[in-house]
């Protein structure tokens, strides 16, 4: 087992991990930046190293400042968390370079799941269903027309190496698609410094269901159930649940098995996630695969009794598949709920600030993944994620019960939040119904 494991990263990922090393007795170093040298992750470290100013680029996105941290405080592993470099095919290979464990998949694994019009390639030549669409990229207009007398419209133009939600464009007509591949085409140079774009139909209210992954590095992978995150905003999900809504046990049991063979068919270790949109009729297909820890990642916990990051960590390590995931039960339903600094009534726009004061919900089924304490500034230069609340119920019913009272106790002063938000969705006959597909936020809730 390690020894010391260098957190690169901050905020309630960074916690989470220094939690699951502090239960399998190894040392945890935090790495902060200049803005974050109040910050939580740093005090609950066991060691804390500042490794630059506020901006990402020269803290956490610098992979030289990372390993010479992991270096300098004799770090046998570095675990990325999720977002900064934590799908960086980069830091893998200098993690290798250097003799430090890189605690995720190889880098071929981070490579193929990276572009996305690749992935599906691979999941179509392994007969996993994939959204009809381009193969590979699109370049230029002729092809991107011919792919779509084929497919019909409405498509959507996204982006091969994009994330985040981000570098996507549905056309409804061949004048759209016109006017929109050449700007997908410069969007996704600036942002994710390539012009490869595909094209994929555009599937009317799907459903967002993804499956996790576990697989050790001996050839064994083990499906740990789905969550649904259909409750987005632009693309971006805001609550999510496990196990998924109204979704039939023979298509739940599909979805596994393809999961599972999308894993098997690029050889993939560690803890990963399998994505699928859903549409009307249950068919399911691929759309992408996240080769690290999902923000999402506690609902599956609350329902299964496992620990992701302890497993993650153990694999990492050289430790078979735990035991206890062969034979594991869904128990009952966990929500997670996204609380941003965002300012619901003004198009959730960033709300940077001081936290003056706040209080945390407790009780039976609640659980809170946050690095937020008193008089702490929220940072303009992170994300506005500041906590996870996280619930559990007997069935949903209770789930649901329990999370309003939770949303109720939770204050926050200072800044503006997604709480009632969150409340407002909660209120929502559809949702309490489950009723609920990509597009409810924008039709029941008019954002
Ligand atoms: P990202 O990596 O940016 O998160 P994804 O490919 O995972 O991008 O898609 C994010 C979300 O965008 C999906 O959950 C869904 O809401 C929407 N989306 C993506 N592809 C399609 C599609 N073909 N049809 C309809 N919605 C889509």
Known sequence: MFRRILVANRGEIAIRI??????????????????????????????????GPPIVNKSYLNISNIIGAAEVTNCDAIHP?????????????????????????????INLAGNKSEAIKVMRKNKIPVIPGSIGNVTNIREALKVCKRIGYPVILKASFGGGGKGMRICNSKKELRDYLPIAISESRSAFGTEEVYLEKYIPKPRHIEFQIVADNYGNIRCLGERECSIQRRHQKLIEEAPANNLSDRTRKQMAAMAIRAAESINYKNVGTIEFLVDQEENFYFIEMNTRIQVEHPVTEMVTGMDLVKE??????????????KNYKINGK???????????DNNFSPCPGRITDYFIPGGPGVRIDTYIHSNFNISPFYDSLLAKLIIWGNDRKEAIARSKRALEEFKVEGIKTT??????????KNFLLGNIHTHFIEEELGV
Do not use: W
Not at 84 to 109: A, M, Y
Not at 312 to 325: C, S, V
Not at 334 to 344: H, L, Q, V
């Open 81 to 109: 968390g999720y977002g900064f470099l934590s799908e960086n095919p980069k830091l893998v290979e200098k993690c290798k370079e250097t003799d430090i464990v890189f605690i995720g998949p190889p880098v071929n694994s």
């Open 18 to 51: 220094i939690r699951a090393c502090k239960e399998l007795d190894i040392e945890s170093v935090a790495v902060y930046s200049t803005a974050d040298s109040n910050s939580m992750h740093k005090e609950l470290a066991d060691k804390s190293i500042c490794i």
């Open 312 to 325: 993650q960590i153990k694999m990492a390590a050289g430790e078979k598949i735990n035991n206890n995931l």
């Open 419 to 428: 709480i009632p938000f969150h409340k407002k969705i909660l209120d929502n």
């Open 334 to 344: 966990a929500i997670e709920f996204r609380i941003n600094a965002e300012d619901p």
